[in-house]
């Protein structure tokens, strides 16, 4: 279990990401709502739950992380660089300028990112496949995802769901990104997910159901994470809410995407300067 200074650092991080994130969008337009949904999520893997060497990002024995939801690539960036790949001022300088590898959604040319995504439904599969490769190669590594729950109402995410299972991927993790919210509305109207833990259970997966908010619990799960050689593909839905920490954005599919001034930007970045000290009891 980790201890109390490690969960505070891991809350300042995370609220620092989140105020990076709003740099991004103030730069151009991001998928705003979706990357503050999950920046706790990506802070905990990058931070603490993962294996991996931003140094030598090529490490063989690395973890692997495909970010499935690839609109999230703003609070990807943000992640990568808090965790050391290149600086948030390289982020800033190139976030969507002509040639550049940072665009809307990620280039695989970018230090940390494994392949370009964007395209909804394909994260899982792509791990299911480096998985098995890790099996084959006798490689102790697991293999990450992080999935927007409105991207899985794509079928090609439960074909690999059926694999992973079928395979006994106990090296595959996948995060879901539960904020009940697609592009245009509530997930449940458009295409229903409930009951969706069952469904997953149904698959043959591990399931877990947290507040993927929760600091606490979100590195609860790492650490209580089955072996590599388990027979099992663990998911993590996290109970999120879109557009978190900026309270004028939370809840509203009309975030989905879009960009901000500089007044809304040091506004909220002050507000999340003072919930972070509310929660440290300042
Ligand atoms: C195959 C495919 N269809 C449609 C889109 C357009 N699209 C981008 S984001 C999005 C909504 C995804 O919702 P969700 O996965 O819940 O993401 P979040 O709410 O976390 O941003 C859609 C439909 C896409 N990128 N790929």
């Not at 998985?131 to 079928?155: I, K, P, Y």
């Not at 089955?226 to 027979?231: H, T």
Request: with cysteine.
């Amino acid at each position: 279990m980790a201890d109390k200074e490690t969960l505070e650092r891991l809350k300042d991080l995370t609220s620092e990401a989140r105020k990076n994130i709003l740099r991004l969008c103030h730069k151009g337009a991001t998928h705003i709502g979706g990357d503050l949904s999950m920046a706790d999520m990506m802070t905990v893997l990058y931070q603490y739950g993962m294996k991996h060497d931003p140094k030598n990002p090529a490490w063989k024995e690395r973890d692997r992380f495909i970010l499935s939801k690839g609109h999230g690539a703003g609070c990807l960036y943000v992640t990568l660089a808090m965790a050391g790949y290149f600086t948030m001022d390289e982020v800033l300088a190139k976030y969507r300028e002509p040639g550049s590898p940072f665009g809307e959604h990620p280039s695989g040319e970018i230090p940390g990112v494994e392949i370009a995504t964007g395209s909804l439904g394909h994260g899982l599969p792509i791990c299911v496949g480096l998985a098995l490769a890790a099996r084959l190669d006798g490689r102790q590594n697991r293999v990450f995802t992080l999935m927007g729950d409105g991207e899985t109402q794509e079928g090609s995410v439960w074909e690999a769901a059926m694999a992973a299972a079928h395979y006994q991927l106990g090296n595959l993790v996948a995060f879901v990104d539960r904020n009940r919210l697609s592009l245009d509305g509530e997930t449940e109207k458009l295409m229903k997910l409930e009951p969706y833990a069952e469904k997953w259970k149904a698959f043959g997966w591990r399931v877990e159901v947290i507040d993927g908010h929760d600091i606490a619990q979100i590195v609860d799960v790492f650490d209580r994470l089955p072996p590599p050689s388990a027979d099992q593909p663990t998911i993590v839905i996290g109970e999120t809410v879109k557009g978190k920490g900026v309270p004028s954005m939370e809840n509203d599919a009309n975030w989905h995407a879009g960009s901000i001034d500089a007044e809304f930007l040091a506004q909220s970045c002050a507000e999340l300067d003072a919930a972070r000290k509310r929660e440290r009891g300042e």
